[in-house]
Structure formats: structure tokens, C-alpha cells
């Protein structure tokens, strides 16, 4: 399999490349949006790994350019902004996921194989569990059929969870990945058990497989099963492949 990374950060890309080719994985890398446009146009990628933020023209203008002209490749953004609109932006311009910085080179490498797996289809967009469904680009959640309206945290809330349904998340994996903190205390806690109550209310309703579950003294799983005994215990975050985040 080969993947393109395109990315102007020499750091990133080396570690990206070095831990990609680890994998078994054939890598090239454009260090500019120029050089990425041109090899993403020209070469065969089974998948490519695009930073927003690039000089001569940004991963937008990449991604709706090749896709204009016909790219199918499959690709995952890479942004440093937070901004839901910015996330949004990317994935109307074509991308088919999306990684806000820093992440954790586990779940990009999770990310680039379920891209592999799915290929380019009109669902890639979509998340779903039992009748529990979300549609990223029109930001639509539906229980039933029916709508379940959100807040914007609980919206990020749940689309982590759907993302790692039927694992445990750890609050302090919550902490990092939606509110964007590097560290767990006592008042995030709160606010994100909070946010998880509210949110359970909404989508555990009356009559309906129970999806959101607490994991006593670890954190919660998305699951249209009962936790059973042989859960395993989380580490507190996802670390690289060298024990640091990318």
C-alpha cells in the first residue's frame, strides 16, 4: 500500500514516514502544496495524509482541485485548527476524515486503515450503532429515525465516542481529544461528566437499547451491549509508537 504525505513540517513528516514505513506501509512525502497537488494527480496512492496549513496552496485548494480532476484517493486531514467549521470546510471540500494536531500516531494509523478498508464511498461520512446514526457534513443525529438535537460539545462528545464505539474511553482520553486539555482535574471531570449525562438522556431514551455506558472508575463506552467482565482497562491516553503524541 502506498500513502502520501504531504506536510511542510519536517518533524512531522520524518515521524509520519518513519512510523508509516514501521507499518509496512510504501511512503512518499511532499513537503509543499505544489508537490503534493502534482503527486497526488499523477501517482497512485492508496491513501494520502494532508496537513491544511501548507505553503503555495492550502489543503483545501488541494483536495477540491484533485477531486475536480477525478482523485478517488482517499484522504485524511490534518489541521491544527479546532473550529468545527473548520473541520466542516475540509471534509465538503473532499477529504474523507479528519485528525486535529497533536494526535497520537495509534489512532492516525487506525484512521488510515479504516480508510483503506471502506474505500471511497458515499457513507464515509457517516457513523452509526444500533439506530443510533450521525452524518458529519450536515451534522445530523437521528435515534429511531427521529432527530436528537445537540449542543456543539455534546456533538464532538459523540462523534468520539461513535468513532471508538464498543471501547473503553477514558476520561482522560475526553479530556485531550474534545476539550482539547492536556491534563484531567477535578472541575473537567465534572464538566465532562456533565456533558455525558446530558447526553445520555438524549440518547438513552425510553424503550431503546441503552448505548452509553460508565465503566466504574475508568471512564465510558458506546455500546449496544451491557459491558461484560472481560473489559480491558485503558490506558490513561493513546500514546505513539514511541510513547509520545505526534
Not at 452509553?212 to 473489559?231: N, Q, Y
Request: charged share 30%.
Amino acid at each position: 500500500m502506498r500513502i502520501l504525505v504531504v506536510e511542510d513540517e519536517s518533524r512531522i513528516a520524518n515521524a509520519l514516514k518513519e512510523g508509516l514505513e514501521a507499518e509496512s506501509y510504501e511512503v512518499g512525502v511532499a513537503c509543499n502544496g505544489n508537490d503534493g497537488f502534482l503527486r497526488i494527480t499523477t501517482e497512485h496512492f492508496d491513501a494520502a495524509i494532508l496537513d491544511m496549513m501548507l505553503p503555495d496552496r492550502d489543503g483545501l485548494e488541494i483536495i477540491h482541485n484533485a477531486r475536480k480532476a477525478g482523485v478517488q484517493t482517499p484522504v485524511l486531514l490534518l489541521t491544527a485548527r479546532s473550529a468545527i467549521q473548520d473541520r466542516v470546510n475540509g471534509l465538503n471540500a473532499g477529504a474523507d476524515d479528519y485528525l486535529t494536531k497533536p494526535f497520537a500516531f495509534v489512532e492516525l494509523l487506525a484512521r488510515i486503515r479504516a480508510l483503506l478498508r471502506r474505500g471511497k464511498s458515499a457513507g464515509m461520512f457517516d457513523f452509526s450503532i444500533a439506530d443510533l446514526k450521525m452524518e458529519l457534513p450536515t451534522r445530523k443525529v437521528t435515534r429511531g429515525g427521529s432527530a436528537v438535537e445537540l449542543t456543539g460539545k455534546e456533538f464532538e462528545l459523540l462523534e468520539y465516542l461513535l468513532r471508538n464505539q464498543r471501547e473503553t474511553v477514558a476520561r482522560e482520553t475526553l479530556a485531550r481529544e474534545v476539550w482539547k486539555e492536556t491534563s484531567r482535574s477535578p472541575s473537567l471531570d465534572n464538566v465532562i461528566d456533565v456533558h455525558i449525562a446530558r447526553l445520555r438522556k438524549k440518547i438513552n431514551t425510553d424503550g431503546r437499547v441503552k448505548l452509553i455506558h460508565t465503566i466504574r472508575g475508568v471512564g465510558f463506552m458506546l455500546s449496544d451491549e451491557e459491558p461484560g467482565a472481560r473489559l480491558t482497562i485503558p490506558k490513561p491516553g493513546a500514546v505513539s509508537n514511541s510513547g509520545t503524541d505526534v
